[in-house]
């Protein structure tokens, strides 16, 4: 529907004329509807039979002219841009025929205001602890037509902290919002308030801070003294970073060491399913599934998880077409927005760490997963380009999506929770995929988001094929090698996907993996994923991806049990590397297990697993018993070792034993009686 663009116009002017002969007094109301069909009416005003009246009614986002009926926003100049409807409305106290005269409506331009100035000024706080946030809200009595542009407008806050460095930060645009659960339709959420400007900064320093905000547009720029805030030492840890000393692993800015553990959330919910599901899946309760998502991992000692910004979830650049809250290329959706700033709250108050993936494949696809003809940049939809794979060599399509990276650094850069900047979700399945326009576009992109995140938040690329990209591995911009594990035999699969990127030397994870055509073989994949990639040396567990599943099942037990194994280890400066432990089984016997680990000169951690239940593709619902299994562990340094053997399930120590390592480096170990799997630690005494 087309909708009237008064962005410009700060007054309405209009005539209403009472013939003498009308009958009575008339009462009447002049009414917009903005873009959500929201409706703004004005006072009521009365004329006697008679009476001519011109009326001015201001539109800024200063006025008091209009009051909201029958939902929370107030009204502000932004709404100008896209009105669906002005008219009026005319009482009289009792029936009758007559007539009443509209005339001159008249929208008038608005002037400039003499002076720039910020006003309704707030402050979260002036006393904070360290790393916490500093936030500012405040208002700007000017319009503009993209808010999002900083070619329009330049807000910017410049923090001084105590050592002398200073920090820019670009101010955004925020709307805020009220959400309601209703058991039928899901999650709804209303306009509240204003729009408005609001600052966020998260500071690194103890001591005084202080800050200024600057304004340019139009030509013009004005500084404004913004004040003061105080910061003490706390006990929060900071952002994650990769360790100094030993860069495979990750820290926390007070130097603990970090180990995720944890799984996907790409959204609510999943409209597919690795089977049919026994459950029904919750669908449309938006935000309120991350309240009951965030809870439960925290609960199991999860600390990490994967989100996307996709077109159906969180995402903030789509067509209008797709859904209302979107506005094109270039205008960013409030509402979504609002979105993320909860679900990256709810992963602050529950100490998880969060994977922000910014393009899933299917936006810059006509195949698999397509949604490239939705895609504002596609010609059909009025954007420029005429195919997927120009979005990476195209200059515009380029400046646009920096524009957007500056809004996430802006609104999000300054929350601890993010890990990573995760920039593409299976690149390689995207248009016609060619290698040296995908390196080229990183190689240009990632430079431009390292310079204006003042917090160095980690980047990474995401790959769905087992052999692509090593071109794109390699250049120094991406730091991480991250992929998919989609396998049956999955421990395989694992430990195949880090043989052939260890060479590469940089840290390795697997974010995406999970199959299984009923309950138990999709159980047994969970858990055959964690387990394996955590006793591999890749910097966190594999992110199974059927959260649905794991939610409605229950099974975050299962990370729980792995969260209490490792709990206390600190893989940093150990030189971890893929073990040869080997399986001593009885005489004659034709058991299918295996053995996976990694070790170093005087510690290993393996996994002992039943190959058919846990390395193959049909679930096993009663695993063997096993009995008389050895493991023989070599390269070790001669001396006394503790071995500890592990319930997977339960995340507890069975029993321990204590062995001795000669020269030649062997340590034979008979494992106790198990079912399905068992974990073990293997660590030299220190004398």
Known sequence: MRTLDWGSFGRLSFTVSVPAKAPGPVTFICYLKDRDWNWFQS??????????????????????????????????????????????KFYWPAAGTGRVILSGIEPETAAAPAELCLYNFRENTRRLELYARFETAFEIPLFFDNPFDPAEV?????????????VSVPAFIYQDFVRHLDQEEGERLAPYGKTEWRLRFTPQETGRYTYRITLKTAGRSQEFPGGEFEVT?????????????????????????????????????????????????????????YDDYFREMARHDENYVRLWMSAWWAGLEWTPAYAPHYDGLGRY??????????????????????????????????????????????????????????????????????????????????????????????????????SARVKGWHQAV?????????WDHLVTTHYCRQNA????????????????????????????????????????????????????????????????????????????????????????????????????????????????????????????LGVVGMQSEDRAFLWVYDGQKYNGKRGTPNPERFEGVGVEVRA??????????????????????????????????????????????????QS
Request: glycine fraction near 8%; charge should be negative.
């Open 233 to 289: 030492p706390s006990n929060r840890p900071g952002f994650l970073r990769w360790d100094k000393q030993d860069p495979r692993w990750l820290a926390l800015d007070n130097g603990e060491f970090f180990y995720p553990i944890g799984h996907t959330l790409r959204s609510p919910d999943d409209q597919r399913e690795a089977y049919r599901y026994e459950f029904k899946q919750t669908k449309g309760w938006g935000t309120f599934l």
């Open 154 to 166: 330049d807000i910017q806050g410049v923090f001084s902290a105590p050592s002398g460095r200073q």
């Open 43 to 88: 006072s009521l005003f009365s004329l006697a039979a008679g009476q001519s009246r011109r009326i001015t009614l201001d539109l800024s986002s200063e006025s008091v002219d209009w009051q909201g009926y029958a939902h929370l926003k107030s009204w502000d100049a932004i709404l100008r841009r896209q009105l669906q409807e002005i008219g009026f």
């Open 333 to 434: 959706s409030l509402e979504n927005a609002w979105r993320q700033d909860l679900v990256l709250e709810r992963a602050e108050e529950t100490g998880i760490y969060a994977i922000l993936t910014l393009i899933n494949h299917g936006q810059y696809s006509a195949g698999s997963d397509r949604e490239w003809w939705d895609n504002p940049h596609n010609v059909v939809n009025g954007g420029f380009l005429k195919s997927p794979e120009e979005f990476f060599t195209d200059p515009l399509a380029r400046e646009y999506f920096k524009r957007r990276l500056r809004y996430l650094v802006a609104r999000w850069g300054s929350s601890t929770s993010i890990a990573f900047w995760e920039l593409w979700n299976e690149v390689d399945l995207t248009g016609y995929y060619d």
């Open 636 to 685: 070790l340094q001669a001396g006394r070792y503790r071995v500890e053997y592990w319930d997977t399930l339960k995340g507890e120590l069975r029993q321990f034993s204590e062995g001795t390592v000669a020269s030649d480096g062997l340590l034979p170990l008979v494992l106790p009686v198990f079912q399905g799997d068992l974990a073990v630690k293997v660590k030299r005494v």
């Open 469 to 592: 990209d090593p071109l794109v591995w390699v250049i120094p911009e991406i730091e991480s090698i991250v992929g998919n594990a989609y396998s049956g035999t999955v421990v395989d699969a694992m430990k195949d996907f880090f043989l052939k990127r260890v060479q590469f030397a940089k840290p390795v994870m697997l974010n995406e993996y999970g199959v299984g055509g009923n309950r138990t073989a999709l159980e047994d994949n969970l858990h055959a994923g964690i387990w394996t990639s955590s006793v591999l040396p890749m910097f966190g567990t594999a992110l199974f991806w059927e959260w649905p599943f794991i939610h409605n099942f229950g099974l975050y037990t299962h990370y729980q049990a792995l969260a209490r194994f490792w709990k206390g280890e600190d893989r940093r400066g150990q030189h971890l590397q893929v073990s040869d432990a080997s399986l001593r089984l009885p005489t004659g016997s034709s058991l299918t």
């Open 446 to 454: 990632v430079p431009y988001l390292r310079e204006i995140d003042p």
